[in-house]
T-cell receptor, first 113, second 115 residues
Framework: AQSVTQPDIHITVSEGASLELRCNYS??????LFWYVQSPGQGLQLLLK??????LVQGIKGFEAEFKRSQSSFNLRKPSVHWSDAAEYFC???????????FGQGTTLQVKP | EAGVAQSPRYKIIEKRQSVAFWCNPI?????LYWYQQILGQGPKLLIQ????????DSQLPKDRFSAERLKGVDSTLKIQPAKLEDSAVYLC?????????????FGPGTRLTVL
């Protein structure tokens, strides 16, 4: 069965520091992978997605993610975190047949001034 | 371009009462999804529509939840009767296509509290 694991429930970083959020997936075929961000009281906003090709994908707000098939990972990175990045981040894999998104449980990012 | 609209944004009811949520997807999007997000968890798909037909409702508790998408545009999700464990955020999303490469756009959600 398809699944997504985000090992870190909560992460705290200082403003200006680099960030890496981990995501591991279980999927039989080539996965379609996504990262979404959810600010308090808001819906989910797409940060970036990977379907095929270059394994390093760029997204909005300065985020990037790297697909590593050998490690079944799709980690999200940002070189310098801003206070406005504090939010909950979700990694997801999609069923290529139906488009059904399967989400991880999320990582809450706190940014210290 | 207008995003996915949902109403109400917040709803508080007592257990055994009924409640309905409304969703208006992005214009032209054929596929509509309803997700349930319980506090501390990722969203879980309840039901997926392609136009006005159901594609996947395997995770929908059909004894109390129902959903419809008349005319292939707006959709309503109903809970009757509500239980305490239904307290969650209900998210509606839409996409242009139903395949895996169809990016899903989410509405702001409806936060339901069942007392």
């Amino acid at each position: 069965a398809q699944s997504v694991t985000q090992p870190d429930i909560h992460i705290t970083v200082s403003e200006g520091a680099s960030l890496e959020l981990r995501c591991n997936y279980s999927y039989g075929a080539t996965p379609y992978l996504f990262w979404y961000v959810q600010s308090p009281g808001q819906g989910l906003q797409l940060l970036l997605k990977y379907f095929s090709g270059d394994t390093l994908v760029q997204g909005i707000k300065g985020f990037e993610a790297e697909f590593k098939r050998s490690q079944s990972s799709f980690n999200l990175r940002k070189p310098s975190v801003h206070w406005s990045d504090a939010a909950e981040y979700f990694c997801a894999v999609v069923s290529s047949n139906t488009g059904k998104l399967i989400f991880g449980q999320g990582t809450t990012l706190q940014v210290k001034p | 371009e207008a995003g996915v609209a949902q109403s109400p944004r917040y709803k508080i009811i007592e257990k055994r009462q009924s409640v309905a949520f409304w969703c208006n997807p992005i214009s032209g999007h054929a596929t509509l999804y309803w997700y349930q997000q319980i506090l501390g968890q990722g969203p879980k798909l309840l039901i997926q529509f392609q136009n006005n037909g159901v594609v996947d409702d395997s995770q929908l508790p059909k004894d109390r939840f129902s959903a419809e998408r008349l005319k292939g545009v707006d959709s309503t999700l109903k809970i009757q009767p509500a239980k305490l464990e239904d307290s969650a955020v209900y998210l509606c999303a839409s996409s242009l296509t139903s395949g895996g490469q169809g990016t899903q756009y989410f509405g702001p959600g409806t936060r339901l509290t069942v007392l």
